[in-house]
T-cell receptor
Framework: EAQVTQNPRYLITVTGKKLTVTCSQN?????MSWYRQDPGLGLRQIYY???????DKGDVPEGYKVSRKEKRNFPLILESPSPNQTSLYFC???????????FGDGTRLSIL | QKEVEQDPGPLSVPEGAIVSLNCTYS??????FMWYRQYSRKGPELLMY????GNKEDGRFTAQVDKSSKYISLFIRDSQPSDSATYLC??????????FGAGTQVVVTP
């Protein structure tokens, strides 16, 4: 089954404790991206990757890092999380940047 | 002003009615248009994808694009309670930048 898998689905943690949210896709997609979704603000892109070792900032990259060492994986790293990063996060992938994206089921992060 | 405007709703309709959703945009660089459906605690799911002005039908769903007016619509015929969800419009600019609307919550009552 074609899918985008995120882990964990839920996480409560404390300010400053580094965390990683993993994302994996099995569709051989070149393009992957991370979004955060907040009430009233919709989906906003954090980072995206056009291919292995190629990443770039989206609209709200501050406080986040990503890496793309393999085509299927695109982890999101919060090195020093803060409460304003409490949000619902989605990973997505597509064949290319101008194609519709397939989304994972989300990771709800709460940072106290 | 946001590049993509979408009424957040909620939009409540009785079962069997037509649901009408729309988005307006300000940037003529948007070339590709999509509608996603998002159920609670799930990721957005692609419903429709189009890149030209006019209508596109898929079952009970019709997507309409009017590039001259910078306006897109989604119509859901014979609505069912299972159509209750948040509907997101999304648009891609010619160089690949993707922008989402804020989403419209739809409630279909039996």
């Amino acid at each position: 089954e074609a899918q985008v898998t995120q882990n964990p689905r839920y996480l409560i943690t404390v300010t400053g404790k580094k965390l990683t949210v993993t994302c994996s896709q099995n569709m051989n997609h070149e393009y992957m991206s991370w979004y955060r979704q907040d009430p009233g603000l919709g989906l906003r892109q954090i980072y995206y990757s056009m291919n292995v070792e190629v990443t770039d900032k989206g609209d709200v990259p501050e406080g986040y890092k990503v890496s793309r060492k393999e085509k299927r994986n695109f982890p999101l790293i919060l090195e020093s999380p803060s409460p304003n990063q409490t949000s619902l996060y989605f990973c997505a992938s597509s064949l290319s940047r101008d194609q519709p994206q397939h989304f994972g089921d989300g990771t709800r992060l709460s940072i106290l | 002003q946001k590049e993509v405007e979408q009424d957040p709703g909620p939009l409540s309709v009785p079962e069997g009615a037509i649901v009408s959703l729309n988005c307006t945009y300000s940037n003529s660089a948007f070339q590709y248009f999509m509608w996603y459906r998002q159920y609670s605690r799930k990721g957005p799911e692609l419903l429709m994808y189009t890149y030209s002005s006019g209508n596109k039908e898929d079952g009970r769903f019709t997507a309409q694009v009017d590039k001259s007016s910078k306006y897109i619509s989604l119509f859901i015929r014979d609505s069912q309670p299972s159509d209750s969800a948040t509907y997101l419009c999304a648009m891609i600019q010619s160089w690949g930048k993707l922008q989402f609307g804020a989403g419209t919550q739809v409630v279909v009552t039996p």
